[in-house]
């Protein structure tokens, strides 16, 4: 089944560590990629995204994800995180031939957890 | 702007009760979304909406209903909740060429 991909369920960091969460999907031709991160108790919130261009995309608090389409991935990383990062990572896409409106298909998430 | 708004944040039913649960949103956006999310399962969507006076089975309707009378809102509905219902559900809403924004959640456990 076409699906995404999130390798890692749980992740664990201390402050000023290296942060690379993986995604890949299965749908051919087209997508439009999404990072969307959850705070505790909040909402989602969009942290980057990708519909055309520039492979390497930045997002807000430096963030940053790179679209490889023969990998079919789009990693997120940040070189140094903080204890405020902590949250619920979400990776979604919207597959082209899916008609259209948006539609996300979600990844299970990633928790990532930061101790200072 | 309060952007994507929902009523109520949290509720209890028992089984077999029916509840609405309403979504707002002052974008003025075409599309609306009702998600919901489970633990290890992410996001699933449940139904949409791509205007007003219209809808559109997602991922897993089974068990909801919804309407869109007017393009500000975005109506879930369970008319007999089971406890395999018990989740919460995110609302949203974009426009074509936009990303979706989302509300707060509405917590809701079934007994």
């Known amino acids: 089944a076409q699906s995404v991909s999130q390798h890692n369920h749980h992740v664990i960091l201390s402050e000023a560590a290296s942060l690379e969460l993986g995604c890949n999907y299965s749908y051919g031709g087209t997508v439009n990629l999404f990072w969307y991160v959850q705070y505790p108790g909040q909402h989602l919130q969009l942290l980057l995204k990708y519909f055309s261009g520039d492979p390497l995309v930045k997002g807000i608090k430096g963030f940053e994800a790179e679209f490889i389409k023969s990998k079919f991935s789009f990693n997120l990383r940040k070189p140094s995180v903080q204890w405020s990062d902590t949250a619920e990572y979400f990776c979604a896409v919207i597959p082209g031939g899916s008609g259209g409106y948006n539609k996300l298909i979600f990844g299970a998430g990633t928790r990532l957890a930061v101790h200072p | 702007n309060a952007g994507v708004t929902q009523t109520p944040k949290f509720r209890v039913l028992k089984t077999g009760q029916s509840m609405t649960l309403l979504c707002a949103q002052d974008?003025?956006?075409?599309?609306m979304y009702w998600y919901r999310q489970d633990p290890g399962m992410g996001l699933r969507l449940i139904h949409y909406s791509v205007g007003e006076g219209t809808t559109a089975k997602g991922e897993v309707p089974d068990g909801y209903n919804v309407s869109r009378l007017k393009k500000q809102n975005f109506l879930l509905g369970l008319e007999s909740a089971a406890p395999s219902q018990t989740s919460v559900y995110f609302c949203a809403s974009s426009s074509r060429l936009d990303f979706s924004y989302f509300g707060p959640g509405t917590r809701l456990t079934v007994l």
């Open positions: 974008m003025n956006h075409e599309y």
